[in-house]
């Protein structure tokens, strides 16, 4: 009985084996499209690997186990089975726009826009290779060239959401703030379930001053991710322009909790804790700002000069993402605002030390100067502290509170231009000078 049940089963074996061997190449084919619509790409790959033992010249095939090895991660496989359906098939434009896809991938951007060039001048409706192109352009920071290559797609598929993202992407990049606003509500109109959107949206917002909106957006892209670092930090620093302190510092928290190695997110929740009068703990995470900011791979948010009162707004003009270099700008403000909380503590002499380190990253830092030279003029040093608001005049013009303190040390150690400069503050705006000239000048 045992004998006969395991020929049974070998018989049974044999037959299907039989069966399976004898079936044609178009059995093959679609068996492998349909496993691959189901997702069931090594079992596509099987099939069509089977049907090409069975005809080894049809590009089809080819550019069918070609897709489902780019669907698998191997790219390299891909690219390989691309070349022999482009080998057999010269003009398949498809085999070109896969091809380009699996460079894209291997970040060759430059050989994915030849394949796509190759594969638009076979096929110049597909919209998808249009906004794949587009894609490789923007990687290689062809801006102008991108949006051309979305606005195409659009006119082909009016009711892309991602290509209108990616369109509002675009339009970032190149400042047009309201145009990409409008193609992020447009794409969210298609889909209101895709996060991108709304941050995308969010920051187009932001940096058209309307924090408050961007709050709201960076809420309905945390409702769709709820842990994204990103949409976090943006939150808290929309946050921290609209002086809701407490709340930033949830915001950083949370980012920090998903992305402990974000110098900015320290940088940030240092800035609310010295809001809230947590100068040591502020402080703590300036330092660690610094710290992470020597990681290559770490990025800074902000451009344009900081405000001059102690630990004010971060910067308002959030710009596209810069590396954090030993020597940038970016991490010479971290060092100007560490010193900031260090001079709340009456630790003048690390507040100096770090004022000189932020002057050292970045000699064109007029708020450093100044504020530096604010602290010499306390501690007594009139001299030096003259010489700081007079560097700090140089590199701006109409920096009317440097006009202000050094006419103030001047007048007070005799020098009649201290009158000028005081002058020269209340011409610029800084009213309070006019007082002091009235009780001082005159």
Same mark, same amino acid.
């Given at each position: 009985m045992k004998k006969s049940f395991l020929f049974s089963l070998l018989a049974l074996l044999l037959i299907n084996t039989v069966s399976f061997a004898q079936e044609s190449f178009e059995d093959l084919m679609k068996y492998g499209v349909t496993q691959s619509n189901l997702g069931n790409y090594s079992q596509a790959q099987s099939a069509f690997s089977k049907a090409l033992a069975l005809k080894p010249e049809d590009a089809i095939a080819h550019y069918n186990r070609a897709v489902t090895k780019a669907n698998l991660k191997d790219n390299r496989g891909a690219i390989n089975d691309f070349d022999k359906a482009l080998e057999l098939n010269p003009r398949y434009a498809a085999a070109f726009a896969g091809r380009g896809q699996s460079k894209a991938r291997q970040d060759d951007h430059k050989g994915a826009l030849q394949d796509y060039n190759s594969s638009i001048a076979l096929d110049p409706v597909d919209a998808n290779t249009y906004f794949v192109r587009g894609q490789s352009k923007m990687k290689l920071e062809n801006y102008k060239g991108a949006l051309s290559d979305f606005i195409k797609s659009l006119s082909l598929t009016p009711d892309n959401a991602l290509a209108y993202t990616a369109s509002g992407i675009a339009k970032q990049k190149l400042e047009d703030y309201k145009g990409s606003l409008d193609d992020f509500t447009k794409s969210i109109e298609i889909n209101n379930k895709r996060s991108s959107s709304f941050s995308g949206r969010a920051q187009s917002k932001m940096k058209m001053g309307d924090f408050k909106g961007a709050i709201a957006d960076y809420g309905k892209a945390l409702e769709l991710t709820p842990e994204d670092a990103e949409s976090l930090y943006f939150r808290g620093y929309c946050k921290s322009q609209m002086e809701d302190y407490q709340s930033a510092l949830t915001d950083f928290d949370r980012a920090l909790g998903q992305d402990p190695e974000n110098a900015t997110a320290y940088y940030g929740r240092g800035f609310a804790k010295s809001k809230l009068g947590n100068t040591k703990s502020a402080i703590e995470d300036f330092n660690k700002a610094i710290s992470i900011g020597n990681i290559e791979t770490n990025k800074v948010l902000y451009s344009g000069p900081i405000t001059k009162q102690v &630990?004010?707004?971060?910067?308002?003009?959030?710009?596209?993402?810069?590396? @954090?270099?030993? @020597?940038?700008?970016?991490?010479?403000?971290? =060092?100007?605002? $560490?010193? &900031?909380?260090?001079? $709340?503590?009456?630790?003048?002499?690390?507040?100096?030390?770090? =004022?000189?380190?932020?002057?050292? &990253?970045?000699?064109?830092?007029?708020?450093? =100067?100044?504020?530096?030279g604010m602290l010499?003029?306390? @501690?007594?040093?009139?001299?030096?502290?003259?010489?700081d608001c007079t560097n700090a005049i140089k590199l701006n013009s109409k920096y009317a509170e440097a006009y202000y303190v050094r006419g103030i040390i001047r007048h007070a150690l005799g020098d009649t231009d201290g009158c000028n400069d005081l002058s020269k503050s209340g011409e610029l705006g800084y009213t309070p000078a006019y007082a002091v000239i009235r009780d001082y000048c005159n």
């Open positions: &630990l004010d707004d971060l910067r308002n003009n959030v710009v596209e993402r810069l590396k @954090m270099a030993e @020597m940038s700008p970016e991490r010479s403000e971290v =060092y100007y605002n $560490r010193g &900031l909380s260090k001079a $709340r503590s009456s630790d003048a002499k690390a507040a100096i030390e770090d =004022y000189n380190k932020a002057i050292a &990253l970045n000699p064109t830092y007029s708020e450093a =100067y100044f504020t530096r010499k003029s306390q @501690m007594g040093d009139q001299r030096s502290a003259i010489q």
